[in-house]
C-alpha cells in the first residue's frame, strides 16, 4: 500500500505594461511517500482453496519504508510584445536519502526565445501566409539527480540491517539476523545534470502544417566512483566507499524532430504526423583512466565511447570445403582448423597474426540489451460521414541482437532445435555417408549441443543483427450513427468499432521466432501479445 | 505591486511550513528495518540477533546447499546437462577454493569489540557470545588456511584515516604454521566460556572446539609430514609448507584434543537402528532427536525460510516429487572401496567364466558388504521413502545378446516374441546424457530427507549439514595414533568405526597402514566435504587425479591403494534379462560402464594445491607474497 502525499503551494504574480509583461513564480514543494508492503508465502496442504492460512505459511515479509522530499522554485520571465522571451528560475531541491550535511542543492536555469516571424523585417522576408509561425529557443539549466546513488537513507548511520535474509536456525529456532552495515557513508551528494536544448517550433500555411526540431545534450557529472588509485589491504574487510568524482562523466546527446498536418479533401479530414529522435549515451571521461598498453586502452578505455558497445568477431565467410579448410592459413579453433568443416565460419584476422583471439574482436553493432538508438512513430487519422479511422506505427532501429544459446548453437543442453538451423545448414548430400558430398547451406553444419565450438563459442557478425522494425501499434475504425436517426432511439450516442494492437511489424528478425523488441539473447523473452477488440460505445 | 509580490511569497512559504513543518524533520525519517548499534548491544536478543547473523558467513566447500561442488571429483557425476563440463575439464583452475573473506573477518572483529564493550549485557551472556565469535573467527581461519595457505592474521577492525596514503595498514601473510597455531590457540581460550553441553549442536561448544582442534592439528601435522612429498610447494618464508620437524608436535596436539573429547563421554557412535546398519548409518545425518554423534551441524527448520533442497535436487527420478531430482550419482569408483564383510576389497563380480553373472534379486550384486555401501548410496533394487527407486538400463535378451531399451524415463519398446510394449527401462534411468537420470546406475542417500515434501519445491527440508562428528574425530584419533607410531591404538578407533558399519572380524593392528587410514575415511566420510582437503593435507591430490585415463580394470585394481589414480567416474549398470523359459529368465545382470558424458580425466596440479591469490589483493597490498602457481 502507498500512501502518498504532495503538497504543492504555488503564487503567480504576472503584469503586463504597454509591450512588457513580466511574470513572477513561487512554488514550495514537498512530498511524502510511504510504501507499506506485505509479502507472504505458504506451503498449502491443499490446492482447492485460495486463501492463505496461518498455519502454513513460512514467510512473512513486512515493509515500511518512507521517502520525501522538498523542493523550492522561483522563477521569473519576461516577454517584449510576445516577440523577445527570457526566463530565469532556481531551485533548491532536499532529498530524504542524502546524508544531512549533503541534503540540499541549488540548481539554476535560463531560456530565451524569439519569434522572428513577428518581426517586420521578416514578414517582409517570407509571407506569414507561408511561414506565420517560426520560434527560436533555447534553454540551459542545471539539476540535480538523486536516483542510482550507491547509498539508502542510512547509510551515514553506523547501523544493523534487521532481518537481513533468511533466520539462522541456533539451538533449533529461527534466529532472526542482523547484518552490520559497514563503514558510514557521508560523502555522496547530487549527481549533476547539466541540460542544454536549442529548438525551433514552426507553423506553415496557416499552422496546417506544424513542427519542431530540437537539439539537446545531457551532461552528468559528479557520477560516484571510487577512488581505485588508493588501494585499500583487502585485509582491511572493506573498500573505500564511493564518492562523486568531478571527472566521472556521461553524455546523452540527441535530435528530435516533430512534424504534423491537417487536412481536408472533399468531406474527408485528416491528419499525418510523424516523429522521429535520435539519442545515444556516451561516456564522457572517468576518474583517471589508466592503461597498462595501448592495447589495454584499445580495449578498455571508455574515454569518449558510446555506452553499451559490444565487441566480437567479424565473419568474412564460411568454408566451402575440407581443402579449404585444410590450406587455410589462419588458426580459426585454436586447435589447428581441426574442428572444422564446410560451411564452418571463417573469422577476420584483424592483426594478421594468424590466429583468432581476442585481439581480434572490434565493436559490432549498435550495441544490445538497450532502447534504440533511433525512434519514430507515425500517426495516420481520418473522418469521413460518420466513420473515422486512425492508425499509430512506431519505428526503432539502432540497436543490435547477437544471437546466443537457443538461438545459436543446435540442440542447446539437448533442447530444441531453431527452424533456420533445420531448413539451411550444411550437410552430406546422404547424411549417412562421410563420403558423400557437401550441400552448402546458410548455416554451419549442425552439432549436437557443442557450444564450444569456434562458430558458437564466440559473439560474431554472423550471429548480430542490426534490428529494424516498424510496428503497427494501433488500429482502429468506428463508424458513429447519425444524430438523426439517434434522436429517434432517444441514443445519444452510438459508435461500433474495432480496433487491433500491435497487428503486425516489419522487422528483420521474425525470421529466427523473436520480437523485434526483446532482448535476451537466447529469444527466451514471451513477446508482445497481438490484442483485436471489437466493441459498441452506448450513450443514453 | 512589489506589495503583493511579498504576501505571495509570504504566504507560500508560511503555508509550506504548516504543511510539512521543519524541513529537518521532514525529510529525515524513522528506519523500520535498520538497528543502530547501540540497540543492538543495547539487548542480549539483538546481540544475539547480529551474532546469528556471524553464524551464517560460516564457509564450506561442499555442502548439501552446493550440490554440484560433489561432483568436480571421484565421488560423483553431475547428472545435469549444465554441469556435464565437470566431467569433461581436465585442469582444476588454479583459482578455484580461494578464499579472502575478510569482510567476514571484520564483521567479526567489530562484533567482539562492540560486545566485549556491551555495558548493558550480562557478563556470562556476553562471555559467551564474544567466545562464540571468537569461535567463528577461528573457523574462518582455519578454512583460509586449508585454501590459501599463510594469511594475515588480523585480529582487530582498523579504518584508513584519508591520509592520502593507506600502505600504514599493509600487512604481511603469517605463516602457514602461525595460522594454525592461531587456530588452535583461540579454540584453546573460548573453549572455557562455551557450554560443554553434548545437546547444543547448532552453536559453539566446548566438545566442538575439540573437535576443531583434532582436525585442524591434524592438517597441520600431515602438511608437516608430507609436504617433503611436494617440495615445490612452498614458499621460502613460511607462507605455504609447515617444517617436517613440527609434525609429531601438531599429531600430538591433534590426539590430545581427540582423547579429551573421547574421555569426556559426552559423545558417542550413532547406534539407535542396530538391526539395520545400513538404515542406522543414513539415519545419523538426517535424525535431529538425541543424536549422540553430531557434534557440529548447520541446521535448518521447515516453514522458516532456512531450508535446504539436497533431497529435492537429488531424489530418485522415478519417484521425484517434483519434475526433477537425481542430479548426484555416486559412482562405481566410491562403490567399489566399500569392502565385503571379509574385510577384503572385492570387485562386483559382472562376469561369470566368459557369460555375465546372474543374479536372482537386482540387490544381490551389493549383498555382505559394508553398511555403508547402502548407508550413503541408493542402490538399484532399493528403496527410498518406502517405494521402488527403478534404477534399470534395459532388457538383456540372452538369445540374441541384445539390449532392449528407450532413451525416456520408463519408457516403452516391445521385448521378441510379444505383442505388446511394456516398460523396459527404469522411471530413474540410467540413460546415458539424460539429465537426473542415475547415470552411473546410482543415487546417493547421505543427508537424504525421508520426510514427506522433501522433495518438493515449496517445502524441502531440515536435514541438517553436519560438519563435525564424533565419528570423525574417532578416526582423527586413529590417524594421529598411527602417525605417532601406536598402531595398538589406532586399530581401537578405527575398529569401532568398523564395527559399526557391520564389520564383525577387527582389523589386526600390523594391518593399519597408511592406505587403510585414507581408505576407511574415504568410506566414513564421503559426500561430507573431506576429500579434497584430505587428499591435499596427505599431498597425494596430485596422484589421485593425475590426468591419466583410467580403465575400469585399473579402478578396481587400485581400490584400497591411497594414491591410486582415480580420474574418471565409472558406473554399473543393472539390466533385467529376458529369456522366456530358460532358468536365467526375470535375473539381473550388471554392466560396467562409463558415462559418455565422462572424457576427461581430472588433473589436479602441483599448483591446485594453494589456490591463486587474486590480482587485486596483492595490487592492494604489495606485501603478500603470491602462491607458488602464481
Not at chain 1, 119 to 126: A, D, G, K, S, V
Not at chain 2, 422 to 434: K, R
Request: hydrophobic content about 35%; some cysteine; overall charge negative.
Amino acid at each position: 500500500m502507498i500512501t502518498s502525499t504532495d503538497v504543492q503551494l504555488q503564487a503567480d504574480y504576472a503584469h503586463t505594461f504597454g509591450k512588457h509583461s513580466i511574470g513572477v513564480t513561487f512554488v514550495t514543494e514537498r512530498n511524502k511517500r510511504r510504501d507499506l508492503n506485505n509479502w507472504v508465502h505458504a506451503v498449502p496442504t491443499t490446492n482447492v482453496l485460495p486463501l492463505i492460512y496461518f498455519s502454513t505459511m513460512d514467510t512473512y515479509d513486512d515493509g515500511d519504508i518512507t521517502t520525501s522530499k522538498i523542493g523550492y522554485v522561483g522563477r521569473i520571465s519576461y516577454n517584449y510584445n510576445n516577440k523577445y522571451y527570457l526566463e530565469v528560475a532556481g531551485r533548491r531541491d532536499a532529498s530524504y536519502i542524502l546524508s544531512p550535511e549533503h541534503k540540499w542543492g541549488t540548481f539554476p536555469f535560463a531560456s530565451g526565445g524569439w519569434r522572428i516571424t513577428q518581426e517586420p523585417f521578416f514578414q517582409r522576408l517570407i509571407s506569414p501566409d507561408i511561414l506565420n509561425e517560426l520560434k527560436l529557443r533555447g534553454s540551459y539549466g542545471l539539476t540535480g539527480d538523486d536516483r542510482n546513488l550507491p547509498i539508502d537513507e542510512f547509510s551515514y548511520l553506523e547501523a544493523y540491517d534487521y532481518n537481513d535474509g533468511n533466520p539462522a536456525i541456533l539451538d533449533g529456532n529461527a534466529v532472526i539476523s542482523s547484518k552490520y552495515r559497514g563503514l558510514p557513508v557521508t560523502t555522496i551528494t547530487w549527481i549533476k545534470s547539466h541540460m542544454l536544448d536549442l529548438g525551433l517550433d514552426f507553423g506553415l500555411f496557416h499552422n496546417k502544417l506544424t513542427g519542431s526540431f530540437d537539439y539537446f545534450k545531457r551532461v552528468r557529472s559528479d557520477i560516484p566512483g571510487t577512488k581505485y588509485d588508493v588501494l585499500l589491504p583487502s585485509e582491511l574487510g572493506y573498500t573505500l566507499p564511493e564518492e562523486n568524482l568531478p571527472d566521472n562523466k556521461d553524455k546523452v546527446e540527441g535530435l528530435e524532430g516533430a512534424i504534423n498536418y491537417h487536412g481536408q479533401a472533399g468531406k474527408v479530414n485528416f491528419s499525418i504526423g510523424a516523429n522521429l529522435s535520435y539519442a545515444r549515451t556516451y561516456t564522457v571521461s572517468t576518474y583517471k583512466p589508466r592503461f597498462f598498453n595501448s592495447l589495454d586502452q584499445y580495449y578498455n578505455s571508455q574515454e569518449g565511447r558510446p555506452q553499451n558497445l559490444d565487441w566480437g568477431y567479424t565473419v568474412i565467410g564460411q568454408f566451402t570445403s575440407q581443402d579449404q579448410i585444410n590450406n587455410y592459413p589462419v588458426n580459426i579453433d585454436g586447435q589447428g582448423n581441426s574442428t572444422l568443416l564446410p560451411g564452418d565460419l571463417i573469422y577476420k584476422d584483424f592483426n594478421n597474426d594468424g590466429v583468432i583471439n581476442k585481439e581480434d574482436t572490434r565493436p559490432l553493432g549498435w550495441g544490445g540489451g538497450r532502447n534504440p538508438i533511433f525512434n519514430g512513430g507515425l500517426n495516420l487519422a481520418a473522418s469521413w460521414n460518420g466513420f473515422d479511422f486512425h492508425m499509430d506505427f512506431s519505428m526503432g532501429a539502432g540497436y543490435s541482437f547477437v544471437r546466443d544459446y537457443e538461438m545459436r548453437w543446435p540442440y542447446q543442453n539437448g533442447g530444441a532445435l531453431q527452424e533456420v538451423f533445420y531448413d539451411s545448414h550444411w550437410h552430406h548430400e546422404d547424411i549417412y555417408d562421410v563420403n558423400s558430398p557437401w550441400v552448402a547451406g546458410d548455416y554451419p553444419a549442425m552439432r549436437f549441443n557443442e557450444s564450444g565450438q569456434s562458430n558458437y563459442n564466440k559473439p560474431s557478425s554472423f550471429w548480430l543483427t542490426n534490428i529494424k522494425y516498424i510496428r503497427c501499434r494501433t488500429l482502429e475504425l468506428g463508424y458513429s450513427l447519425p444524430s438523426e436517426l439517434l434522436e429517434r432511439l432517444k441514443i445519444s450516442k452510438a459508435r461500433f468499432y474495432v480496433n487491433a494492437n500491435n497487428l503486425f511489424s516489419i522487422d528483420n528478425v521474425h525470421q529466427y521466432g523473436i520480437d523485434a523488441e526483446i532482448y535476451d539473447n537466447n529469444g527466451l523473452t514471451y513477446p508482445q501479445s497481438k490484442y483485436l477488440n471489437v466493441g459498441i460505445n452506448l450513450s443514453f | 505591486m512589489k506589495k503583493i509580490y511579498i504576501i505571495a511569497i509570504a504566504a507560500a512559504t508560511g503555508i509550506g511550513m504548516l504543511a510539512g513543518g521543519c524541513s529537518k524533520d521532514f525529510l529525515t525519517n524513522d528506519p523500520t528495518s535498520i538497528l543502530t548499534t547501540d540497540q543492538v548491544f543495547g539487548s542480549k536478543e539483538l546481540a544475539f540477533s547480529a551474532l546469528a547473523d556471524l553464524y551464517k558467513g560460516y564457509v564450506d566447500q561442499q555442502t548439501i546447499t552446493n550440490w554440484v561442488e560433489f561432483t568436480n571429483f571421484d565421488e560423483a557425476f553431475p547428472s545435469e546437462a549444465g554441469n556435464y563440463w565437470r566431467a569433461q575439464q581436465t585442469d582444476f583452475p588454479y583459482d578455484w577454493w580461494n578464499l579472502w573473506n575478510y569482510d567476514y573477518i571484520r564483521n567479526i572483529n567489530i562484533y567482539i569489540a562492540r560486545c566485549s564493550g556491551a555495558t548493558a549485557l550480562d557478563d556470562a551472556d556476553k562471555q559467551r557470545f564474544v567466545a562464540e565469535a571468537r569461535f567463528l573467527r577461528a573457523a574462518d581461519y582455519f578454512e583460509m588456511a586449508k585454501r590459501m595457505g599463510g594469511v594475515p592474521i588480523v585480529t582487530e577492525a582498523k579504518t584508513y584515516d584519508y591520509n592520502g596514503d593507506p600502505s600504514y595498514l599493509q600487512q604481511p601473510r603469517n605463516k602457514e604454521a602461525e595460522v594454525y597455531d592461531f587456530v588452535l590457540a583461540e579454540l584453546d581460550t573460548v573453549m572455557q566460556y562455551l557450554p560443554d553441553d553434548a545437546t547444543v549442536q547448532d552453536r559453539a561448544t566446548k566438545g566442538l572446539c575439540l573437535a576443531m582442534q583434532s582436525r585442524a592439528a591434524l592438517y597441520a601435522a600431515s602438511i608437516a609430514k608430507y609436504g617433503v612429498n611436494t617440495p615445490g610447494v612452498t614458499l621460502p618464508g613460511g607462507e605455504i609448507g609447515i617444517p617436517a620437524s613440527q609434525a609429531d608436535k601438531y599429531y600430538q596436539i591433534s590426539r590430545n584434543a581427540s582423547l579429551a573429547l573421547v574421555k569426556s563421554g559426552k559423545y558417542s557412535l550413532y547406534m539407535k537402528k542396530p538391526d539395520d546398519l545400513a538404515d542406522n548409518f543414513a539415519s545419523l545425518f538426517y535424525d535431529k532427536s538425541n543424536n549422540p554423534e553430531v557434534i557440529f551441524a548447520q541446521n535448518f527448520k521447515l516453514k522458516s525460510g532456512t531450508v535446504e533442497g539436497w533431497t529435492l535436487n537429488n531424489q530418485p527420478r522415478a519417484i521425484a516429487e517434483e519434475a526433477q531430482g537425481g542430479r548426484i550419482n555416486p559412482t562405481l569408483n566410491l562403490a567399489l572401496k566399500y569392502e565385503t564383510l571379509d574385510n577384503k576389497y572385492t570387485p562386483f563380480k559382472v562376469q561369470s567364466g566368459a557369460g555375465y553373472a546372474y543374479y536372482d534379486k537386482e540387490s544381490d550384486i551389493f549383498n555382505n558388504r559394508d553398511a555403508r555401501l547402502a548407508g550413503t548410496f541408493i542402490l538399484p533394487g532399493s528403496q527410498f521413502k518406502g517405494k521402488d527407486v527403478d534404477i534399470w538400463a534395459g532388457y538383456y535378451v540372452p538369445a540374441s545378446g541384445k539390449i532392449i531399451t528407450s532413451t525416456t524415463f520408463g519408457g516403452q519398446a516391445q521385448l521378441p516374441g510379444r505383442d505388446y510394449k511394456e516398460q523396459v527401462v527404469g522411471f530413474s534411468g540410467p540413460i546415458d546424457g539424460l539429465e537426473f537420470s542415475a547415470q552411473t546406475g546410482f543415487y546417493v542417500r547421505k543427508f537424504m530427507d525421508p520426510a514427506t515434501g522433501s522433495g518438493q519445491i515449496g517445502t524441502q527440508s531440515e536435514v541438517w549439514w553436519v560438519r563435525y562428528r564424533y565419528g570423525e574425530v574417532l578416526l582423527n584419533l586413529a590417524e594421529a595414533e598411527f602417525e605417532l607410531g601406536k598402531k595398538d591404538s589406532a586399530a581401537i578407533f578405527i575398529n569401532q568405526i568398523r564395527r559399526r558399519a557391520g564389520f564383525t572380524k577387527d582389523l589386526t593392528p600390523t594391518e593399519i597402514t597408511f592406505d587403510r587410514i585414507v581408505h576407511e575415511r574415504r568410506v566414513e566420510l564421503a559426500f561430507e566435504g573431506h576429500e579434497l582437503f584430505d587428499n591435499k593435507r596427505w599431498r597425494i591430490a596430485d596422484k589421485v587425479w593425475n590426468g591419466q585415463k583410467i580403465t575400469a580394470a585399473e579402478l578396481e585394481a587400485g581400490v584400497g591403494k591411497a594414491t591410486a589414480p582415480n580420474t574418471m567416474a565409472y558406473g554399473l549398470w543393472p539390466y533385467k534379462v529376458y529369456d522366456p523359459g530358460a532358468t536365467n529368465d526375470g535375473k539381473w545382470i550388471y554392466k560396467i560402464v562409463k558415462p559418455d558424458e565422462v572424457t576427461a580425466a581430472h588433473r589436479f596440479q602441483l599448483g591446485n594445491y594453494y589456490s591463486t591469490i587474486n590480482q587485486d589483493i596483492i595490487s592492494n597490498n604489495p606485501k603478500i607474497v603470491k602462491n607458488p602457481n602464481q
